[in-house]
């Protein structure tokens, strides 16, 4: 298979996947959100991780969600998003202790 990767272009905000429909249909097809990185940040990031030689695509996907040098915002510390939900707030938080777990 391979990894998808969503990021944005717009000098501020992140990608919020899950949060409005068409994130939910590519959050639901595997897509990887890439929060607030820069589209240099992501693809710098990925060459790493690929490069490691020791990770699979999950492990992977995974990794990019989690700050290595500060080239994204913690998710606690990133600014509430509208209509946030206490479901989206746990959900976040699960996922985020989950990938923490690999490192």
């Not at 990894?3 to 996947?17: E, F, H």
């Amino acid at each position: 298979g391979i990894l998808v990767v969503a990021a944005t272009q717009c000098l501020t905000g992140s990608v919020m996947m899950g949060h409005y429909a068409v994130g939910q249909a590519l959050s639901g097809a595997g897509v990887v959100s890439a929060s607030d990185m820069t589209v240099e940040a992501v693809s710098c990031k990925l060459a790493y991780l690929f490069g490691r030689g020791d990770l699979n695509k999950e492990q992977i996907s995974k990794l990019l969600t989690v700050s290595l040098r500060g080239e994204l915002t913690p998710e606690e510390l990133m600014p509430p998003t509208p209509f946030q939900t206490p479901f989206q707030i746990g959900a976040r938080k699960a996922a985020h202790r989950a990938a923490n777990r690999l490192l």
